[in-house]
């Protein structure tokens, strides 16, 4: 790790342990602001409901309350930025499974700045927190319950599902955050459904979010910069096998997270 990062990551966990009386009311007031957008998120979904008798894959939906709620935690904060570098790569109506790296919640909030049409396989808890449960339930988004063959073989369904009527699917990989910002091993689900329906794969490059909400405690720090960079789409049908095809879009994304820290680190 750069030293940069050392010294960054050390004042963020000072910031939890001892904030500051401005840091406190910073974190209370984005909690605030986040609550009031997420029951917003929430009430819109409902309203915009009926516009599912003629978007049965639920793009428009999708993109009116989730990408803006997404957008809306980063964009209303004049303390944060999110920049996204080649999203024109991604489609808005066709099959493919966008893959990105975790490290953080904020990793949600950060995709929906895409502004794609998408279902999100996320673990199962997050559809049992209040209001923002109910919206990715009313969005169609797609559960997981880790460990469980029976919920992976269901979520797999509900995939292909979802890729047949040309909705991209989101995944990470890692399957859970990485504690240090450094890319875990891939698992091979995400790569094995591309080459079982032929779905091109996205990679989606995050860096940044890590700093952003915090894993434990309600300290938010003041300033954050978050940057995405979508790459070239990868087809399964060049590669001979699941492994190589993983290996190969772990390898791009690496190579591009370490690009991205580097910008981080000029403008921190």
């Not at 004049?78 to 990105?100: H, N, Q, T, Y």
């Not at 509900?158 to 047949?164: A, F, G, N």
């Not at 978050?226 to 190579?255: G, Q, S």
Request: with cysteine.
């Amino acid at each position: 790790m750069p030293e940069n990062s050392r010294i960054i990551t050390t004042t963020r966990v000072q910031e939890q342990k001892n904030p500051s009386a401005f840091l406190r009311v910073y974190s209370v007031v984005w909690w605030l602001s986040f609550a009031f957008f997420t029951l917003l998120l929430f009430t819109w979904s409902v309203i915009l409901l009926p516009t599912l008798i003629f978007d049965r894959r639920g793009a428009f939906l999708h993109v009116a309350t989730i990408c803006v709620w997404g957008w809306a935690a980063f964009g209303l904060n004049p303390f944060w930025s999110i920049k996204v570098d080649g999203r024109e790569k991604l489609p808005k109506k066709s099959r493919g499974i966008f893959v990105a790296n975790h490290e953080s919640s904020a990793d949600i909030l950060a995709m929906g700045a895409l502004f794609r049409p998408f279902k999100f396989v996320s673990k199962k808890s997050n559809f049992s927190i209040p209001v923002l449960g109910w919206a990715m339930r009313l969005n169609g988004h797609i559960e997981l319950q880790r460990g469980s063959r029976e919920s992976i073989l269901r979520m797999l369904s509900d995939c292909r599902k979802h890729l047949e009527n040309e909705s991209p699917i989101v995944m990470f990989p890692e399957g859970t955050r990485s504690p240090d910002g450094f890319m875990k091993q891939f698992k091979t689900g995400a790569f094995q459904l591309a080459m079982e329906t032929n779905s091109p794969v996205y990679p989606v490059v995050l860096a940044g979010t890590r700093d952003t909400l915090p894993k434990h405690g309600l300290i938010c720090p003041l300033r954050a910069h978050v940057r995405i960079k979508v790459l070239d789409p990868v087809f399964p049908a060049d590669f001979e096998n699941i492994e190589t095809l993983t290996y190969h879009v772990r390898t791009m994304m690496i190579a591009e997270k370490a690009k991205l820290n580097d910008v981080l680190e000029a403008i921190r």
